[in-house]
């Protein structure tokens, strides 16, 4: 608030300032850089592989040798960070031992990555949801129940595989307690201290998230089991800031909100709490609508496209994650 009274209209003209492009430009609060984006792709078996994903329009799923011609791509447009999913398609297992694979297929990816392209931050997902053949997150007891120290213990060896690859930060997204301060130890004690965590601390249990099921193939085998028992129930702020509060304090080097648009509330209020780096994560839900609607005709894909990763920004978040970041990154380039 001013400490004088406003004056008014007719002295003041918000308008005035908007008339002119070099003003609008100057004064903008806002900004969007590729720096600030993460594109996350799904990585499949095999080579010189690509594969569309129906309800992801735009979305590929492809083999490790086009995952690094498409990251130079990336790169060269200066997207910050390559999100790695794997799509496991023969070894799914109950206890999901593929996970930690050290020849495994993103361990594979990280590497020749690495190797190739290594201006590019990468980022692995950590969670079993692709390796399991329930399609769960984590592993299950007899009735189902997604059984928490258990998981955790193999998510530390999933996350330490990745560390040995070379992944730059590791992002567990399974949501089971304790998880992040078990992971930092185990890659401290490991020698990792430069590997991040960017923690999905504030993950919803939502259903935006079915394109991405179909895409690394686990929506058939999840059936109709949900991921309420670990994710946050859609209507729990207070719930958010508490997830955060311990990731925070269990050594997370950024936290996640997602998914994005309809969480802009939790995003403002995390950035505002924790004062640290926020990602946000505009999941395949939110991108499939704005594809579907564009094929339609009914909305414009680059404007709005630009215009959501321009809100996550206001909102708070340093770094966005959008399935759209190689098409922004080269509209930002165009200008
Ligand atoms: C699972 C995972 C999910 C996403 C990222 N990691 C889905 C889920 O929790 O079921 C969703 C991403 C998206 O919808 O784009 N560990």
Redesign the pocket.
């Known amino acids: 608030m001013a400490s004088s009274p406003t004056p008014a209209f007719p002295s003041v003209r918000m308008r005035r300032l908007r008339r002119d492009a070099f003003s609008r430009n100057m004064v903008r609060e806002t900004s969007l850089a590729a720096a600030n984006l993460i594109w996350?792709v799904f990585v499949i078996e095999g080579s010189a592989r690509t594969q569309g994903v129906p309800s992801m329009p735009g979305v590929e799923r492809v083999s490790i040798d086009r995952l690094v011609e498409r990251a130079a791509e990336a790169a060269a447009l200066g997207v910050g960070a390559i999100a790695l999913?794997p799509v496991i398609e023969s070894t799914k297992t109950p206890l999901a031992e593929e996970a930690y694979n050290d020849d495994g297929l993103i361990a594979r990816a990280v590497r020749a990555l690495k190797a190739a392209v290594p201006d590019i931050a990468i980022i692995t997902?950590v969670?079993?949801?692709?390796y399991t053949s329930h399609g769960q997150?984590g592993l299950i007891d007899p009735s189902g129940y997604v059984m928490n120290d258990e998981t955790v213990a193999v998510l530390v060896r999933q996350a330490l595989s990745h560390a040995r690859a070379g992944a730059d930060f590791v992002a567990p997204?399974?949501?089971m307690d304790g998880r992040i301060g078990a992971i930092r130890a185990a890659l401290d004690a490991d020698g990792h201290i430069q590997t991040k965590i960017l923690a999905?601390s504030a993950?919803f249990?939502?259903a935006?998230?079915?394109?991405?099921?179909d895409?690394?193939g686990?929506s058939a085998n999840?059936g109709k089991s949900s991921?309420e028992t670990y994710?946050l129930d859609f209507g729990n702020r207070d719930e958010a800031i508490r997830e955060c509060a311990l990731d925070v304090a269990e050594g997370a080097d950024m936290l996640m909100v997602?998914?994005g648009l309809p969480y802009l509330d939790i995003l403002a209020r995390v950035r505002d709490e924790f004062r640290m780096p926020v990602a946000v994560?505009?999941?395949?839900?939110?991108?499939a609508m704005l594809k579907a609607a564009a094929a339609n005709g009914w909305l414009d894909y680059r404007k709005c496209l630009l215009e959501t990763l321009i809100c996550f920004r206001r909102a708070g978040a340093s770094a966005i994650?959008t399935?759209g970041a190689v098409d922004a990154a080269r509209w930002l380039r165009e200008g």
Do not use: I, N, T, W
Request: hydrophobic share 35%; charged share 25%; aromatic share 22%.
């Open positions: 996350p999913f997902d969670a079993l949801d692709p997150d997204s399974d949501m999905y993950k249990a939502s935006f998230y079915g394109p991405f099921r895409a690394v686990s999840l991921k994710q997602k998914p994560y505009q999941v395949s839900g939110e991108f994650l399935y």
